[in-house]
Every structure is written in C-alpha cells, then in structure tokens.
C-alpha cells in the first residue's frame, strides 16, 4: 500500500506545515501545545523549501535527508504528550499529527526517493 510519491509528499508538504501553525489556534490549544505545533510548522516550511524536490525553493538538502526529519518529527509529536505532560484535545492533536506523519511515511514509494535533477 505504499502509494505516496515524491511528487505528492512534496505538493502535501506546504498545506501541511501551515496546518501546524494554524490548526492550534482553531483547536484552542493551550499556549505550550501551540508554540510546539506553530514551531514545528516553521520548520517544516523550512525543510520543504530546502528540500530537492517539485515544491523546494532552493534544493540544498537531498529528499531522502527531509524523510528522515519527517519521521523524527512524527516520533516527537507521539512523544510529546508524555514528555511535556499535554492532556485531552492538547495530547491527543499531537499523538493524531505523530500517527498521520508515520503513516505518510511509511506509505512512501521507495523508488520515488531520487533527487529531482
């Protein structure tokens, strides 16, 4: 089932990074839970426009290096909960965000992870 190219990871890559900065205040989180998310879509924004791929403004950082962020990002957003003590709609937006990421990864196409020339 693995059905996300390149391509598709990297068009998702920007809506998705402006989720993270604005979904926390639609949800109403509690000001740790939105810094960390709003943070988190900063970077993400960065990555992606550093990124060697369709969307990458730049094209320094090779896409198999932004796979690897995303899932360490996935992972902190599944430890985030414990790790900064967030409760209800505040631990269960980062657990959901942490599962999606994963998910997205490991639903890449391997052979979609060359560089665009």
Do not use: C, N
């Not at 391509?7 to 809506?15: E, K, Q, R, S, T």
């Not at 839970?33 to 969307?55: F, I, K, N, R, Y």
């Not at 209800?88 to 052979?111: C, S, W």
């Amino acid at each position: 089932m693995r059905f996300v190219s390149q391509a598709l990871h990297a068009y998702i890559d920007y809506p998705v990074a402006l989720g993270l900065i604005a979904m926390p205040a639609i949800l109403g989180l509690m000001p740790l839970a939105m810094g960390l998310s709003v943070a988190a879509g900063l970077a993400a924004l960065l990555l992606t426009a550093l990124t060697d791929h369709e969307t990458g403004v730049i094209r320094v950082l090779p896409y198999k290096m932004h796979l690897a962020v995303d899932a360490l990002v996935g992972m902190a957003f599944l430890a985030a909960p414990v790790v900064f003590g967030l409760h209800g709609i505040d631990a269960a937006y980062f657990l959901v965000v942490g599962v999606t990421v994963l998910l997205m990864i490991a639903a890449h196409r391997p052979d979609s992870t060359m560089s665009v020339a």
